[in-house]
Structure formats: structure tokens, C-alpha cells
């Protein structure tokens, strides 16, 4: 076997190296086709995720600058399969992004966790078709007859209020021209303006919404004191008499542990007429007169006011005169010895404290006609009560200070005065002896006209 020198084993036979080197030849060409379709692929895939067409963009895409080395080195056999795995990578990269919607920076899908039939989707609505109505179907030729055994239709019971025995005492006791009502009060009255006060209550003018009329309302809180009780119903009772020189009970109203007293509205009281100016003579004998008819009619009726005086004797708007504010009336078959009443106008047996009967309304009527010429009660000066009572008992009886009556009318109010209440006359008698006087012209009397129009010189307009 021929032996292989070192010259002969480095010389390769020419048409090996020839094929060699074509084989190497045909690796660049592939390598160099290879980084082409990567270099279009990368190309296509920056064309469609680029949109902005501005010219910064449009040069670099123009001149194919797209960051990768102009220059390649011949790389091998392993790089060339490096390269195609980076290639085949790119191309997921690029077949991902394209599936993704593009939106604006700070714009985010929300990620539906649930899936997209995790709600409830409302039922389909189905139509029906409703049957056609027939009135003649459903009417019976039968008549109707209730549930039950009978035929006869059953009445509903009675509707029974709760007892209110108050209310059951006022129908009692007030005759059934006064009406009694337990319903609100101001849906029948309005337009309410204090005008005075008295015994039991506030009194209140007011309007009757329907007939319009002018209306005093007295106000009175129930109390579960049986006198106090009593003390209403016997004002109530001595009001609904019906005479002409008492104030009228119109209606009572029992709303809210509250009786209200609705009576005719007067035109002012002596009082307020002898806070302008002093009654001459004949006016004062005029309301003398229509007082005692009062006074005459409640002793009559076993009655005791104990609280005569010029505040309670009101005016009409005719000249009439009524008496008013019987809260402190009492019967005179009662055992009264209580201290009761306005001081300046008490007799001596109240301020003593001792039993007395209706002679007393005699004592504080000869005050009230001394307050209606002199326009002050006796007295008036003296505020202390206990040097008040001290005057009344150790004193001479009162007479006229500041004016100047008839010899007459010194002597009727002197004949009242009297301090012993047995020698001190009744209403009856007084009434007698000044119609006496009166029929004589030894009295002067004016007649209601005359007595309006003073008080209409006097008085202010109302408003």
C-alpha cells in the first residue's frame, strides 16, 4: 500500500474543493434570502402597529432604518437556526398584537371575570289573547240575596261615642234651645281678639264663618274639681235663662278639656265708658234701673252674684244693659261664708266672713252706682287690703266724693248702704222705691236713645 506523505495528504483533488465551495456559495444566498424575508416580515408587521403618519416616521420607514446592523456578518450553520427561532418568534409576536384592539393611553377594557352570560336575561313575553267579553253572559235574572240563612239584610249597630258625663250634665241641666257641640271650634269661629277676662276664663270676640255674626267667646279649662264644675254649670245654667238684662248663651262647645261659652258680643262695658269721662245723673239711673231688673230676676231664682260691679255690666249696641260674668254666682240656700268677690265692692258680712244671702248684691250695687257718677269706687286710694277691710268695718258708710248727685239719689244709695244687712232692702224694694221716684220726676232718667248717643259721643270708633 503506497504510503501518503505530508505533501500528498494536504493536496485535495480539484473537484472537491470545487464542490465545497459551491456548497458554501449556496449557504449565503440562502442566509442572504433568509435575513430578506425577516427584514419584510419586521417591515409589514412595524407598517401595520405604526399609525401615526408623521414625517419623522415616513423617513426612517423610507430609508429602511429599523435598528438592525446593515452589515452581517457570514454567520454559520447554528446562528442560522438561532436566527430562524428568533424569526418564527417575532412572527407570534406580531400575529398576537395584531388580534389586540388598539386604544388611546389611560383607556382600559374592564375584563369581564364572569363570563358574559353570568347575569339574568328577562324572559321573552308571550302574548295572550284575552277572550271577548259578553255583558248579557253574567247578568242573573235571579235576585240578589245576602250570604246566610235569611233574606233580610242585617243593620249595622248604633254608633255609640264614649260617655263624656260633663257633656250628660250640660243636657240635663240646659234647656234644648242651647246647643251643645264636642266638635273643633275653629271650624265654626274665627278672627279671635282678647277683649277681656273673667271669673273662669279669658274672654274673646270672635266671628261666626258661616252667618257672620259677632260673637263673645269665654274660655274655660275643665278641671276634675267637682265645685269647680259645678261653678260652670251653674253660669252656664244662670246665661241660658233667656232673660233681657242677662248676657245670652248662644252654643257651647266642648273641645280639648276646654268648654267654650259663646255669647252675643256687647258693645263695651260701663267700665270702659268711665274711662273716658263720668256718667251724669240720668244715664247712671238708666243702668241702675235695667240692673236691678237683673239683680230682681237672679234673687228670684235663688241666686247670688257677689260680683257686681261696673266691669260686669256691659252695654248693647242698642243702649240695652246686660249683666255678665256669673263665675262666682252661688245659691242662696247654701251656706256662704266664703270671702269672695272683688274687695272695694264687698259688704261688711263677707269681709267678716259670717253667713250672708243675697243682700250682699244690694251693698256692691250702692258701690257701683258711687263708681259711675264719681267714675272711682270709695276707697280707691287705699291699696293694702287689710287697711281696705278696716275701713269698710270701723268707717261710716260710703258716700259720693267726687261729684255732685240729686238729695234723692244720696238717699237711695245711703238706703243701700246700710251696714246691717237686716235692715238693708231687697232688689224687689230698691226696683219699687226708684220707679217711685221716677213716676214723681224726683228722679231724672234718660230713655236707651239718649244713652246710645252719649255713649257713641264718649266711646272712640271701633275699628
Given at each position: ?37 425577516a ?10 402597529l ?5 414625517v ?68 321573552t ?9 259578553n ?29 263624656n ?56 279649662k ?46 263695651c ?37 257677689r260680683?257686681?260691679?261696673?266691669e260686669?255690666?256691659?252695654v ?9 260674668d ?40 250702692g ?91 264718649v ?5
Open positions: 500500500m503506497p504510503t501518503r506523505t505530508a505533501s500528498s495528504m494536504n493536496v485535495l483533488p480539484s473537484s472537491f474543493v470545487k464542490n465545497k465551495r459551491l456548497s458554501k456559495q449556496s449557504i449565503d444566498i440562502t442566509n442572504r434570502n433568509d435575513n430578506k424575508s427584514l419584510g416580515i419586521i417591515n409589514s408587521s412595524k407598517n401595520k405604526q399609525r401615526s403618519k408623521s419623522t416616521n415616513t423617513a426612517t420607514a423610507a430609508k429602511g432604518n429599523l435598528g438592525l446592523p446593515m452589515t452581517m456578518k457570514r454567520p454559520s450553520t447554528g446562528s442560522l437556526r438561532r436566527r430562524i427561532s428568533n424569526i418564527s418568534s417575532v412572527n407570534k409576536s406580531v400575529d398576537a398584537n395584531a388580534t389586540k384592539i388598539w386604544r388611546p393611553p389611560g383607556f382600559y377594557e374592564i375584563p369581564n371575570v364572569l363570563g358574559s352570560d353570568c347575569f339574568l336575561k328577562p324572559d313575553v308571550t302574548g295572550y289573547q284575552l277572550r271577548q267579553s255583558p248579557q253572559k253574567h247578568i242573573s235574572k235571579r235576585p240578589w240575596l245576602p250570604a246566610g240563612i235569611g233574606t233580610d239584610i242585617p243593620q249595622l249597630p248604633p254608633l255609640v261615642r264614649p260617655s258625663t260633663f257633656e250628660c250634665l250640660l243636657r240635663k241641666t240646659l234647656p234644648p234651645s242651647v246647643s251643645i257641640s264636642t266638635l273643633d271650634p275653629h271650624n265654626k269661629y274665627d278672627q279671635f281678639r282678647e277683649i277681656g277676662t273673667g271669673v273662669n276664663g279669658a274672654v274673646v270676640s270672635a266671628k261666626h264663618r258661616y252667618k257672620h255674626w259677632k260673637l263673645a267667646i269665654k274660655r274655660c275643665l278641671d276634675n274639681d267637682r265645685e269647680y264644675k259645678t261653678a260652670i254649670v251653674r253660669e252656664l245654667k244662670i246665661m241660658a235663662s233667656g232673660h233681657n238684662n242677662l248676657i245670652r248663651l248662644r252654643d257651647i262647645s266642648i273641645w280639648r278639656e276646654e268648654v267654650w261659652m259663646v255669647m252675643d258680643l256687647q258693645q262695658s260701663v267700665f270702659a265708658v268711665l274711662c273716658q269721662r263720668g256718667l251724669p245723673e240720668p244715664c247712671a239711673v238708666y243702668i241702675a234701673n235695667e240692673t236691678l231688673k237683673a239683680l230682681v230676676y237672679l234673687h228670684s231664682k235663688g241666686f247670688i252674684h260680683d257686681v260691679k261696673s260686669n255690666i256691659l248693647g249696641w242698642n243702649g240695652e244693659i246686660k249683666l255678665a256669673f263665675g262666682l254666682a252661688t245659691r242662696v240656700s247654701c251656706r256662704n261664708r266664703q270671702r269672695l268677690g272683688t274687695s272695694k265692692w264687698m259688704a261688711p258680712e263677707v269681709i267678716k266672713e259670717q253667713h250672708y244671702d243675697e243682700k250682699v248684691d244690694i251693698w256692691s250695687f258701690v257701683t252706682i258711687i263708681e259711675m257718677m264719681d267714675r272711682v269706687p270709695p276707697h280707691y286710694s287705699i291699696k293694702d287690703e287689710h287697711e281696705l277691710f278696716k275701713a269698710v268695718l270701723h268707717e261710716p258708710s260710703p258716700t259720693f266724693s267726687y261729684s255732685y248727685p240729686t238729695v234723692y239719689m244720696r238717699g237711695l244709695v245711703a238706703w243701700l248702704l246700710e251696714e246691717s244687712p237686716k235692715s238693708r232692702p231687697t232688689a224687689k224694694d230698691v226696683s219699687q222705691e226708684l220707679c217711685a221716684h221716677i213716676e214723681n220726676k224726683l228722679l231724672r232718667i234718660s230713655d236707651a236713645v239718649e244713652f246710645t248717643r252719649f255713649i257713641a259721643r266711646m272712640p270708633p271701633t275699628a
